[in-house]
């Protein structure tokens, strides 16, 4: 029966296995009955470090006798087991900061990880992590193929009360042309239009999600069970889908095959280089006269020459946006430039490679117009926590689009491994900044020169920034607000005092 319900036929005694499931079935009620205690009715602290403690238990305990042998691609595992770093530094931040923002980031960074790291180990991916299908396959494996086993938890809890046992015609040069052309014209329309209107700041959606949970209008008891319930029946349902790689009967065969057959139909798409070289020399012409026009005015606004009628705060909010949006076009035009125009000669070839590296110039060079513009912001206006993240996105985005350039002249350089390891680092080593702390200390070090602070600013920000705040309070005793500011941080320190919430951060501002 069991292995009917996991595609898996080929086991020769199922007695021990079944043992092993309803086991594996009863820490997953356990694990979801630990997971309740710890989250509801309390903020995520050390408990978070607990609670993936918890899940790798469950997790090691039933993949036992299924890990190593065959690797289907060399260094499987041990990019399983490296991932492991990451993972832990990440779950410490729980424990360490109280950064709102990186704390709901980690949450899904955590999760990607942990998916990522699960599936190297179990061999459940037939493609190597540095390919773009193998992430394809990770979000079929943790968001749908769980679904298709929600049944399999009551069939052995049902089995278990019963003490039964478990087991494409030419065309003319002319035609090619007017078709990139054609091809370009919707995005020139998006571009042109988007640039002459950014002047929004990117990311501002994510520093305010509300809470949903604080809002449930059912009893605590009956929220404690959904909880519960969920993290169980997850969890379980995950870890089989990591067992057994085949879906059921009832679930239309061998899905997994035919997603296959899809994506590798779609990898046959290509685009003519006459075709894709009209498109992409049209697009750069717009960015080359952008780059241009940012010259006159961006530059030119470190020393005082900002356009007519311009504010500070408009001037930077249009630079990022600009950065943000010409950033997210031209790595889709990369993508395609890289590895969907057809190859043909020579010719066709440098013109391709001169259009994608005139493209990523100009991002560059709008990058660095930005950079500068907002660091003059920041010296007129203080430092907050959207504007430092802005510093690391286009530090980060930098980095990238220098790798990007290197692989667009040498074609066996690997850009997918350098991104998805450069992404990782990155992450990671923004979390570790201490972005609240380093906020205050760079308004401190403002305030030292300017004599100019916005306390009631730095009295939004998390515990993580109460040691400067003491020590500029220690110097400043007289500084209007800032013993208020420091109260209000203390509290708030001492508002949660379950163990589940201790961090760190927390402590040192009690």
């Known amino acids: 029966m069991y292995a009917e319900m996991g595609g898996v036929s080929d086991m020769r005694d199922p007695a021990p296995w079944q043992k092993r499931y309803e086991r594996m079935l009863l820490l997953a009620l356990l694990f979801g009955l630990v997971s309740q205690y710890l989250f509801v009715g309390a903020p995520s602290g050390i408990s978070v470090l607990v609670f993936i403690a918890a899940f790798y238990g469950l997790f090691f305990y039933s993949i036992k006798g299924r890990m190593g042998g065959f690797e289907k691609w060399q260094g499987q595992a041990s990019s399983g087991w490296l991932l492991f770093i990451p993972i ?7 424990a360490l900061y109280a950064n709102s923002l990186f704390r709901q980031l980690n949450m899904f960074a955590l999760f990607a990880l942990i998916v990522s790291q699960t599936a190297l180990m179990t061999s459940s991916s037939t493609k190597p992590w540095y390919r773009g299908i193998f992430y394809t396959e990770l979000l079929f494996l943790a968001l749908i193929k769980p679904f298709a086993f929600i049944g399999v938890p009551f069939t052995l ?18 035609a090619k042309v007017l078709l990139g052309l054609l091809l370009s014209a919707p995005i020139l329309i998006v571009v042109i239009a988007l640039l002459a209107s950014a002047d929004e700041i990117f990311l501002s959606w994510m520093i305010e999600i509300p809470d949903a949970l604080e809002r449930f209008s059912l009893g605590d008891g009956i929220w404690r069970l959904i909880v519960a319930a969920f993290f169980a029946l997850y969890a379980f349902c995950y870890i089989w889908g990591l067992l057994f790689s085949k879906l059921t009967d009832t679930v239309s065969g061998p899905a997994a095959d035919s997603q296959e057959a899809v994506l590798k139909q779609s990898r046959r798409l290509e685009i003519d280089p006459i075709t ?12 080359v006269l952008f780059v241009f026009i940012q010259f006159s005015y961006l530059f ?3 020393n005082g020459l900002l356009p007519e009628g311009a504010a500070y705060a408009d001037y930077a909010r249009r630079g990022f ?12 035009l990369l993508m395609c430039g890289l590895h969907l125009i057809r190859r043909t000669g020579a010719a066709a070839e440098w013109v391709r490679k001169l ?3 005139v493209l990523i110039g100009c991002t560059l060079v709008m990058m660095v117009s930005a950079f500068s513009r907002l660091s003059l912001y920041e010296e007129a206006y203080g430092f907050s926590q959207t504007r430092l993240l802005v510093h690391g996105f286009m530090l980060y985005l930098g980095v990238l689009l220098a790798i990007a350039m290197l692989r667009i002249w040498r074609e066996h350089f690997s850009m997918g491994k350098a991104y998805i390891c450069v992404s990782i680092i990155a992450f990671v080593a923004m979390n570790y900044v201490n972005l609240d702390a380093r906020i205050a200390a760079k308004n401190i070090d403002r305030f030292e020169r300017t004599g100019i602070i916005d306390i009631a600013y730095l009295g939004t ?4 920034a109460a040691p ?4 500029l309070q220690a110097k400043h005793p007289h500084l209007e607000g800032i013993n208020e500011v420091i109260v209000h941080l203390q509290e708030q320190a001492r508002s949660h005092n379950k163990w589940q919430s201790w961090s760190l951060s927390k402590q040192r501002a009690k």
Do not use: H, M, Q
């Open 461 to 464: 920000l998390s515990t993580d």
């Open 88 to 94: 832990f530094l990440l779950t410490l931040t729980y």
């Open 157 to 174: 809890f049902n089995d278990r009360l019963k003490g039964k046992d478990s087991p494409s015609s030419g065309r003319s040069k002319l």
């Open 355 to 357: 259009s994608l590296s």
């Open 276 to 287: 894709a070289g009209t498109l992409l020399i049209s697009i750069n012409l717009v960015y």
């Open 468 to 471: 400067e705040l003491l020590k």
């Open 321 to 332: 946006a600009e950065l943000v949006l010409v950033a997210l076009i031209n790595v889709g």
């Open 300 to 302: 030119g606004a470190a």
